[in-house]
């Protein structure tokens, strides 16, 4: 899978895929990454990338023909792409979204804004999808475009070491993960729990179901309104009111 990002700052982002879980899996050729500084397509003798916005205001629009010459550029070497705009306008992106383009497996063409953002007109001609991050603005859309290769990367087969590691990832099934030790066995006088060394493999599943669910309770219970409780699930949240209640009445 290809990942190509259009910026002002190549080498911010170029850094990126050099690191850890993408950098191994760049180095395996499970993906390719590269940053392409919009700034080599502008013809002036000072490489002036933006412009004040028409009917005024604050802050500089990235100019269009520069970002168009820069994704056309890009789609000819990789013609099957996917041109994605990193805005807070764009539709919110999540695990379910990072899974359906980990399964697509499309090549994907990142858009980078700075300032005030780009010209509309050439998002209205190249961008296929707008992309946000959550309800806040950034200085640009680098950081955006990381998290999203970051999480799309890291589910593709032969990217993480074991093979259910991003099966179990918080959201993957609308409930945040179990809560999780390693050694020392005690800290600071907080023992890790006794089943989790219990060799009991069962047990050990009936825990980090319950861990997972009483989490999602406590710290995300909105998801329970994407996906409602099981008959498992239930019984471990009456499970939890009951020991709460026990606790108030002691």
Known sequence: MKFTVLTLFPEFVSSFFNYGVIGRAFKKKIIFGQSIDIRDFAVDTHKTVDDKPYG???????????????????????????????????????????????????DLIFVCG???????RVCQKHVDEEVSMGDFV?????????????????????????ETSAELDSFSNDRLEHDQFTRPLEFEQEK????????????????????????????????FKTKSPDEKERKILKELCQELEELVNK
Request: glycine share 10%.
């Open 56 to 106: 005024g205001g604050c802050g500089m629009v990235i100019k269009p023909e520069i970002l168009d010459s820069a994704i056309v550029s890009t789609k000819k070497k990789y013609p099957e792409s996917k041109v994605l705009l990193m805005t807070p306008k764009g539709i919110p992106f999540d695990q379910k979204k990072a899974r359906t383009m980990a399964c697509k497996n499309e």
């Open 114 to 120: 700075r300032y005030e953002g780009i010209d509309e």
């Open 138 to 162: 950034m200085t640009g859309g680098e950081v955006a475009a990381m998290a999203v290769i970051d999480s799309v990367a890291r589910l593709l087969p032969g990217v993480l070491g074991g």
């Open 192 to 223: 890790v729990p006794d089943v989790l060394i219990s060799g009991n493999h069962k047990m050990i599943e009936e825990w980090r179901r319950r861990s997972s669910v009483i989490t999602t309770f406590i710290k995300r219970p909105d998801l």
